[in-house]
């Protein structure tokens, strides 16, 4: 994720990043300029005056869809963001979590139990970063997609990782119960704490891998193709060549909000607005030692 200062206007104005979506976009905007050139050289020069005056009234239709596209893009705009959000409250939840169960492990155990302190002071960090590196393997994206992908097979050894840090951490409190160093009510206490490890894993896979339906996404990338490939058939007469760099505009404007949202819309994945889910996990590791060393 960048770090940023959002009063630094200029800075954003005349700066190109490299998660900026014109390095993404450019070729396309090429091609999209060419076409415009070579529809507006042919309109101008070889369509007869009958045609023309039809053409014109296609800036009608492109007023009404813009309309239209404009109230789509917000909706899909809101729902990667949604999602993106969600991912970055879960993760918070983790830090907490993690931060509680280390505080009541401090407490409950003391100098005479150094192994089962350092076994927490490993444990707890270790499964933020095991969650950080099941979230962002392919496996986890594609295993609710009805499509077989056998290609994926050898990047996991078929083992829940995070399931089974908590299990052991489940199992050495169990442990500690038994052994009379701790109560029955403290048990339970630390269980419901272990629990919320296992739900923030869960919501994070529903989100990993319940990305926007299909139909939907390729329904908006349509949209925006064809509403911007007839825009210079009707804009042509009252801007002239000028319609070529208003045109590649407009497929700027339309297509980045489109990248945007599909780039954020899976929060856990590499990209420079995604979460740093490596820095979180380093943080937790860090309290965590501060906690328990």
């Not at 998660?19 to 050139?37: E, K, N, Q």
């Not at 052994?179 to 869960?202: A, H, N």
């Not at 929060?267 to 740093?276: A, K, Y």
Request: net charge neutral.
């Amino acid at each position: 994720m960048i770090a940023y200062n959002p009063k630094d206007w200029f800075t954003f104005i005349f700066k190109l990043h490299k998660s900026d979506t014109v390095r993404r976009l450019f070729p396309m905007m090429i091609a999209i300029g060419i076409y415009s050139w070579l529809l507006a050289y042919i309109e101008l020069n070889y369509l007869q005056l009958s045609y023309r005056d039809q053409l014109k009234n296609l800036t009608i239709l492109h007023s009404l869809l813009g309309f239209v596209i404009s109230l789509l893009l917000v909706f899909r705009t809101n729902t990667a963001y949604e999602r993106w959000w969600e991912g970055r409250k879960l993760w918070g939840s983790l830090v907490n979590t993690s931060r509680n169960l280390a505080v009541k492990m401090h407490g409950l155990l003391d100098a005479q139990r150094q192994s089962d302190r350092l076994y927490f002071m490993r444990v707890i960090p270790l499964y933020a970063e095991v969650l950080k590196a099941h979230l962002q393997s392919e496996k986890v994206r594609l295993s609710l997609d009805e499509v077989e992908h056998p290609e994926i097979r050898d990047l996991a050894d078929g083992k829940h990782m995070p399931n089974q840090l908590a299990r052991s951490m489940s199992a050495r409190v169990s442990d500690l119960y038994r052994q009379g160093v701790i109560s029955g009510e403290v048990m339970l206490s630390l269980q419901t704490e272990l629990q919320s490890f296992t739900d923030v894993c869960g919501a994070c896979e529903r989100i990993k891998n319940t990305p926007i339906p299909f139909s939907y996404s390729l329904f908006i990338k349509k949209f925006i193709f064809f509403y911007v490939m007839t825009l210079p058939m009707g804009f042509v007469f009252s801007l002239g060549y000028y319609v070529i760099p208003v045109v590649i505009f407009i497929f700027y404007v339309l297509t980045s909000i489109e990248v945007i949202a599909e780039e954020i819309e899976d929060p856990f994945g590499g990209d420079s607005n995604d979460l740093p889910l490596g820095k979180i996990a380093e943080n937790i590791g860090v309290h965590v030692r501060e906690i328990l060393g």
